[in-house]
């Protein structure tokens, strides 16, 4: 088994710790913008909790019916901080380790959490935009109110944007020198 | 009988042309691009916030400059059924007084706090005439936040005006009374039973609360005006006077026969010792004074008993009198603190006094007489010099900081710009018609921002589109940026302006309360959430518990209500966002509607006088289903046993 170079290995320290700021960080945001809202309305989820206006866009999303948002809607809240933990050890086991397969296998890792997210993040935003109140005041022939995944999307006098925030910026930081580390080790395993 | 004839038609002709021979008016008095220097495009906002008083609506209306648009009414004194201000259970205290309930006055002035003599905007001071009151506004909700009524006053005139770091408002009566224990008096006994009061009150540096420190028994002279010193005459406060003939019949004439009124010098340091010593007698006055707590989103009235007196007779060097020709009305500190400008209204010229040389004479007794013991300075020795044919009627004075006074001249309806140090008049503008206060924003502190100048008219004559006999008061905004001042727009006010006071926006812009926090909200009658919305009868008291959020009232269907109970409707908005008040309103109420903020409750009382189902409703629109929030409530006769149930969104 071959193992790393030193410099590679920091670089899977480094991104090991940089999964840590998602305990302390928004790791993805939802934002709405409508005529009468022209200072937006932003929502940001944390690893545990949701922040922002919240409220307000349950006020202005209840005349369509859809589900009033809260942290009870994401049993995500309570078992994510466990999942983000167990990945940072094994981020800093991967280091320990030092071999090519480790580093293949963290990165793996991370790419299957960051698929695992959004899948999850289409599950919810799906639910969310098709489950409606059937008594709801506002109904429009045809239209669901599903969230965009990633970018914008108009929906009725709304523009919505999603996207990642802060900490998952952070963590894709990691993934990406998780990446630099792969192509170098390919490198100078040809070199040799 | 030709030539007849002849100058017939000459005559004819010379009447036809007449009117092109008239001097131009208005129309030739706006030059250059007045309408882009007043235009604030859509969406923009205002340089400078303008507090206005409101004279005889008793509110102040909050106005930016240099649009001239109006952005609030503002309710302080008088009630108003628009928000239920002095209508809702809340806010009823706000308007008690030691005559009870009082739901309106006159506000004439304005003072906007400063410290170190520059605009802080934290609060603005008005004083209500009629009934002596100063009130205080939290410039954060723009809300009457505090109202302390003044004992032995008559007439609040000479207020609300602040010494530099906001350390006291003052409040000097306009009519002199009988005080103390025996007040049905001869009115012939003026002179020596009429006494003129002049009241300190301390304001509370951290939470803006007042409090009656203390009070000057002065002569039985009417107190018009006053300024306090700044800078350099930081310590001293100036009241102008008129009627020191002491007349109590027809003043127009009895008050106007000495060539020279006074204005009263105070050295209020030297005062706040006295107090500190113990020189001041406790005397018995009721007066209330009333304060909004915003936490609990209500007001709290305390009947207070007795003020602490000074008496300057005996208590010497705290007042001097400084002779001041025919009835001064304004009597303004300039951004230095160095001169007083005495504005008689009745007299010729505008006499600039200097503070350095009216010390110079107190220390060297440099007096032409007393009264009652009180010192009285020679004219000469305080005077710096004289504005020459300045114009008539000169009434107030305000700064650029330029170096630059501007008097307003009510008879010759004008605004006259001169230099306080050479005191030559420099400029003369017209002003349509009888200019009373004028205005520069940060004008009477020691940092003025010069820029635009506001002269408020009495007089409006043809300036807008005629509403019947009543018209509204106008006032002009003025550019004071150059040489000369240049009229720049005319825009009509609510109520009576008399005083006003403008300063920058960014001052406060950023500061404003948006809605309140529902978890701070310490109302006894709040409700957290939906789920506490109720109904509960004490005897023959029904106290509805209700809720309002964009679109419904909880409950929205009530009965088991009689005639003659004391309904009282406690409505918590629970809305969190800005802008989104809710109202309510009731059939057949007899005060007004609420008008409830985010995060705020009110209550409305409500005693059915008849049988039969009220439907209620939300007055503001707040919501694609605004027109959807409402309920009904049954009364039934007096008497009956209808059972008390409340209900919302329930369908049999």
């Known amino acids: 088994m071959q193992s790393l170079s030193t410099s590679n290995r920091i670089l899977i320290l480094i991104a090991a710790l940089l999964i840590i700021p998602s305990y302390f960080t928004p790791l993805w945001q939802i934002s709405l913008w409508a005529p009468q809202y022209p200072e937006g309305l932003n929502m940001k989820i944390w690893i545990d909790h949701l922040s922002g206006n919240v409220d307000q866009i349950n006020g202005v999303n209840h005349y369509i019916g859809m589900n009033h948002i809260g942290d009870e809607m994401f049993p995500e809240f309570t078992y994510l901080i466990y999942v983000i933990g167990v990945l940072t050890a094994l981020g800093i086991v991967a280091f320990l380790i030092g071999k090519r397969w480790s580093l293949y296998s963290f990165f793996g890792l991370m790419a299957l959490f960051g698929l695992a997210v959004l899948v999850d993040m289409y599950r919810w935003g799906y639910q969310y935009g098709h489950n409606l109140d059937p008594k709801a005041a506002i109904k429009v022939e045809g239209m669901s109110y599903q969230p965009p995944l990633i970018g914008y999307k108009e929906l009725l006098n709304f523009l919505a944007y999603s996207g990642p925030d802060t900490g998952s910026w952070i963590l894709i930081g990691g993934v990406v020198l998780l990446l630099i580390a792969i192509i170098r080790d390919r490198m100078e395993k040809s070199a040799l | 009988m030709k030539k007849n004839v002849w100058l017939l038609a000459a005559g004819m002709i010379a009447v036809a042309l007449a009117p092109s021979c008239k001097p131009k008016g208005a129309q030739s008095a706006i030059s250059g691009d007045a309408a882009s220097k007043v235009y604030v495009a859509p969406g923009e906002h205002d340089e400078f916030y303008n507090i206005v008083s409101g004279g005889f609506n008793g509110q102040i209306s909050v106005v930016g400059l240099p649009s001239g648009r109006v952005l609030k009414i503002l309710p302080v004194f008088s009630v108003n059924p628009e928000n239920g201000w002095g209508y809702s259970e809340e806010t009823k205290p706000m308007l008690n007084t030691s005559h009870g309930f009082v739901p309106w006055d006159d506000l004439h002035h304005i003072a906007i706090s400063t410290t170190n003599a520059e605009h802080d ?28 009524e003044i004992p032995n006053s008559a007439g609040n005139h000479s207020s609300p005006f602040i010494t530099q770091s906001t350390e006291y408002v003052v409040a000097g009566t306009r009519f002199s009374v009988p005080t103390g224990e025996n007040t049905d008096v001869s009115i012939d006994t003026y002179k020596e039973n009429f006494k003129g009061h002049i009241s300190f009150i301390a304001v509370n540096p951290e939470t803006g609360r007042m409090n009656l420190s203390f009070q000057i028994e002065a002569p039985p002279f009417n107190f018009d005006l006053a300024r306090a010193g700044k800078n350099k005459s930081h310590g001293w406060f100036f009241f102008s006077t008129y009627n020191t003939e002491m007349a109590h019949t027809l003043l127009e004439v009895n008050a106007s026969q000495k060539d020279k009124d006074y204005i009263m010098a105070v050295n209020w340091k030297k005062a706040e010792e006295y107090v500190k010593a113990g020189q001041g007698t406790k005397k018995k006055a009721k007066y209330a004074h009333n304060t909004w707590d915003e936490s609990t989103h209500s007001a709290t009235s305390t009947m207070m008993e007795e003020v602490l007196v000074l008496d300057p007779k005996i208590l010497k060097d705290i007042v001097y009198f400084i002779p001041c020709p025919k009835s001064p009305h304004g009597t303004d500190t300039d951004p230095t603190g160095e001169y007083i400008i005495g504005s008689g209204k009745l007299a010729a010229i505008i006499p600039v006094f200097s503070f350095t040389k009216m010390l110079a004479a107190i220390e060297k007794k440099d007096f032409e007489g007393t009264l009652d013991g009180m010192p009285v300075l020679k004219y000469e020795s305080v005077l710096h010099g004289e504005v020459e044919k300045p114009g008539l009627g000169p009434l107030h004075t305000e700064f650029d900081g330029k170096g630059n006074a501007y008097t307003s001249m009510f008879v010759s309806s004008e605004i006259v710009k001169w230099n306080i140090e050479t ?96 978890e701070k909200n310490m109302n006894p009658h709040a409700l957290k959430g939906i789920k506490e919305a109720r109904v509960e009868r004490k005897g023959n008291e029904v106290h509805v518990y209700m809720t309002s959020i964009r679109s419904n009232f909880r409950p929205d269907n009530i009965e088991g209500v009689n005639v003659g109970d004391e309904v009282y409707f406690h409505v918590t908005n629970l809305e969190q966002d800005w802008d989104v008040p809710h109202g309510f309103a009731i059939k057949g109420a007899n005060t007004a509607e609420l008008l409830i903020m985010p995060g705020e409750t009110s209550t409305l009382k409500w005693v059915p006088d008849r049988a039969g189902v009220f439907p209620f409703y939300c007055t503001d629109f707040c919501s694609a289903l605004h027109q959807e929030m409402q309920g009904y409530l049954r009364v039934s006769p007096k008497g009956s046993n209808t059972a008390l149930k409340f209900s919302t969104g329930e369908v049999e």
């Not at chain 2, 905007?121 to 302390?148: H, Q, S």
């Not at chain 2, 503008?429 to 002269?455: D, N, Q, R």
């Not at chain 2, 000369?484 to 950023?510: C, V």
């Open chain 2, 121 to 148: 905007a934290r609060w603005a001071f008005a004083n209500g005439n009629n009934t002596p009151r100063i009130a205080r506004v939290d410039l954060t909700t723009f809300k009457t936040v505090e109202i302390i």
């Open chain 2, 423 to 518: 005191l030559e008049v420099l400029d003369r503008v017209p002003t349509y018609y009888s200019v009373g206060h004028l205005s520069i924003p940060g004008g009477p502190t020691g940092k003025p921002h010069g820029k635009y100048m506001v002269a408020y008219n009495k007089i409006t004559k043809d300036r807008y589109l005629p509403t019947g006999p009543e018209l509204a008061h106008s006032a002009q905004l003025y550019d004071i940026s150059g040489d000369k001042m240049q009229l720049l727009l005319d825009f009509p006010t609510i109520g009576e302006p008399h005083y006003a006071e403008s300063f920058p926006a960014s001052l406060i812009k950023d500061k404003q309360v948006k809605f309140f926090q529902i």
